[in-house]
């Protein structure tokens, strides 16, 4: 549909609209990707297809974005692991504050601003200002006043939330390097010690952090590689699968909280947060994490 070219890098990022048809029924899913990495997505979302289709309507560029629906797992079992580890309500009193750095296609902050009952009030940090404007464009992308992207460097501003006194009840580092690497995301400077004793500065003391990871080849020394470098720093931290080839890492300032340790707990608690919310991961996460 439409390619953005990065000059500093010389990478090309491409949007499109792709069709499927089931059972009669037209979706529509947006995909952004590296237009010459094209099987590796950035962020995706589904469209809101007309109930009826004309002439005036059938161009799915006009469509708007569900917002309230994740369709990849990767996004959809980190909001949920905030509520699993208890970093989160699902009903709270008070508003939760959270920081993602790194905003993509915005397709996972765009659910945590569109949930009212959650409560979140959510900072994104992205280094990029065209995954703003693309986010813009093409993803839905509305800024509230508790939903806020920041173009800035990640690290730059983890170090000004230590100075500023700011505590977060989840953190999620969906921050990525070099597409070329071995390990993209997280990107290698966020792989440096005294980046980690920020986020740690600024993770509340009941908080969680997940750390999304990509490789593009040698997933699992990557992944071990991520969690040793985190566990190292945190109180919990731990391996969460969620298919045949990929984990992410989760944190803990609290002691024995890793789904090893807090199993049946947190079956509990995943099946509380899906029974109330859009979320279907319960079954997969017990598939891979016995």
Not at 99 to 115: D, E, P, Q, R
Request: overall charge negative.
């Amino acid at each position: 549909m439409k390619s953005y070219c990065e000059p500093s890098s010389g990478n090309c990022l491409l949007v499109e609209d792709r069709p499927t048809l089931s059972n009669d029924r037209l979706s529509v899913r947006r995909v952004l990707l590296y237009k010459d990495y094209d099987q590796m997505s950035i962020s995706s979302v589904d469209l809101e297809t007309p109930e009826v289709l004309t002439w005036k309507n059938f161009n799915s560029r006009n469509w708007p974005v569900d917002k309230k629906r994740l369709n990849s797992p990767a996004f959809e079992l980190i909001a949920e692991l905030g509520f699993m580890m208890e970093a989160l309500e699902v009903e709270p009193q008070e508003w939760q504050n959270v920081l993602m750095i790194g905003l993509g296609g915005g397709a996972l902050s765009n659910y945590f601003s569109s949930v009212d009952s959650i409560k979140v009030n959510l900072t994104a940090v992205e280094l990029n200002p065209l995954m703003k404007t693309i986010a813009k464009e093409w993803f839905g992308l509305q800024e509230t006043p508790n939903y806020k992207v920041l173009i800035e460097d990640g690290v730059k501003f983890l170090e000004g939330a230590v100075q500023r006194g700011e505590k977060y009840k989840t953190i999620i580092l969906d921050a990525c390097g070099d597409v070329k690497e071995s390990l993209i995301c997280p990107g290698k400077e966020f792989m440096n010690p005294s980046v980690i004793q920020d986020i740690i500065k600024v993770l509340d003391s009941d908080g969680a952090l997940i750390v999304n990871i990509l490789c593009s080849r040698d997933n699992i020394a990557n992944e071990n590689k991520v969690l040793l470098m985190y566990k190292d720093q945190f109180t919990t931290c731990f391996h969460v699968r969620y298919s045949e080839a990929q984990r992410l890492v989760a944190c803990s300032h609290r002691k024995n909280w890793s789904f090893l340790d807090q199993m049946k707990r947190f079956e509990e608690n995943i099946k509380a947060v899906e029974s109330r919310l859009n979320f279907d991961m319960g079954r997969i996460i017990l598939k891979f994490n016995p």
